[in-house]
């Protein structure tokens, strides 16, 4: 585990999945067996990593990450790098044979993430890329309405992403500050569009192009050591994606947003026969038996409770934390050869639809996206 260290990489990764795997007694198999895992940490501070490993019980932590490769008892490499890191690694994991299982985007062009793509076809390595959202519980239920028909013919998208994240000055910012410098890989468009690519793909069809606009609204900010910086990556973007099948997709992704909202993060799907709004736990709903008839009136206050029309679809299941769900099925795929819907070609789409999308903001113009294949 390169990088379990990190906020991502120690509480997602590490804690809420392998260290609660192994927990349970391993990941359990088809054939009803268990396979338990065992984790190493690999990171450049030795003493930070000693002190994760002492207070987690952990017996194996290195900095030097060629031994850990070349030690046949780490089967997975997991990489929870900044991007500007991530290829190199990887690369090396390729190299050594290892299967490869790591954060988005999987690098910070389409170019190295499709070759990622090929190597480790030729090499003929298992490899999957994070796409956590998919398990969220929100997610999950929109996916069972799809599946049933519910919304009829799908027509558009919406969703809105995004807080408001600190300056730096008077509170400290709740993002590390290269996110906001594009020279260290930063950015909201390398950072979710990535996210936003499995998500739409996965629930609603392959993204065919992008209109994007993106900014940055808050030019200078203040770092960890209290130093102001000027922010060089967009903290901001508004994009609009048509998807095949003639679905439009409308998503804001902002770091500089107050939240106005029941979660962090909220779809609404809009069909003929009805729509749901969810997010990151909550689904609702309105059929369209049950759609009010709203009229425009601006002379007359609208008294009518527009939320209270909307149906909260119920739980009906355990959801467990997404990252575990799919650190599971990952491992099931190296060990038990399960299915792995989500590989390196996965991700290269996502970082084409940030490349793209950056494109799109520079030129002003909407951008086709080709299919992505190995050639």
Aim: proline share 4%.
């Amino acid at each position: 585990m390169n990088g379990a260290s990190g906020r991502m990489g120690y509480r997602q990764h590490l804690l809420r999945s392998i260290l609660a795997i192994r927990e349970q007694g391993g990941v359990l198999l088809a054939d009803g067996s268990r396979v338990q895992v065992e984790p190493i940490l690999v990171g450049r501070s030795e003493a930070k990593l000693k002190e994760l490993a002492d207070k987690h019980d952990i017996e194996h932590y290195t900095t030097d990450l060629d031994a850990a490769l070349a030690d046949n008892r780490w089967q997975i490499y997991a990489d929870f790098l900044v991007t500007k890191a991530r290829v190199p690694a990887i690369k090396k994991a390729i190299a050594a044979g290892k299967a490869i299982y790591t954060e988005k985007p999987t690098a910070e062009s389409y170019e190295e993430a499709l070759e990622l793509a090929r190597l480790a076809k030729e090499a003929g390595i298992k490899n999957g890329v994070v796409h956590d959202k998919l398990y969220l519980p929100g997610f999950r239920k929109l996916r069972r309405l799809i599946d049933s028909g519910f919304f009829g013919q799908i027509l558009s998208v919406r969703g809105e992403f995004g807080y408001w994240v600190f300056e730096g000055d008077w509170q400290p910012a709740q993002r590390p500050s290269w996110n906001y410098r594009s020279e260290d890989g930063g950015g909201i468009i390398v950072d979710m569009f990535p996210h936003w690519n499995y998500v739409l793909e996965n629930l609603f069809g392959r993204v065919e192009s992008v209109y994007a606009q993106a900014t940055t609204h808050i030019p200078l900010r203040v770092d960890e050591a209290g130093t102001t910086y000027r922010a060089t990556a967009d903290d901001a973007a508004y994009g609009i994606f048509e998807l095949e099948g003639g679905i439009v997709a409308q998503l804001n992704s902002s770091w500089t947003v107050r939240v106005n909202r029941d979660e962090l993060v909220e779809f609404q799907v809009d069909g003929t026969h009805g729509s749901a709004v969810v997010g990151l736990f909550g689904c609702k709903i309105q059929p369209r038996n049950a759609t009010p008839k709203p009229t425009w009136n601006p002379d007359i206050p609208d008294g009518h409770d527009y939320a209270a029309d909307w149906i909260e679809v119920p739980e009906n299941d355990v959801f467990e934390n997404g990252f575990k769900t799919q650190w599971e099925e990952f491992i099931r795929h190296v060990v038990d050869d399960g299915p792995n819907r989500f590989d390196f070609l996965a991700g290269a789409r996502g970082v084409l639809l940030a490349e793209k999308g950056l494109a799109s903001s520079e030129s002003g113009c909407r951008v086709e996206l080709p299919v992505v294949s190995i050639g």
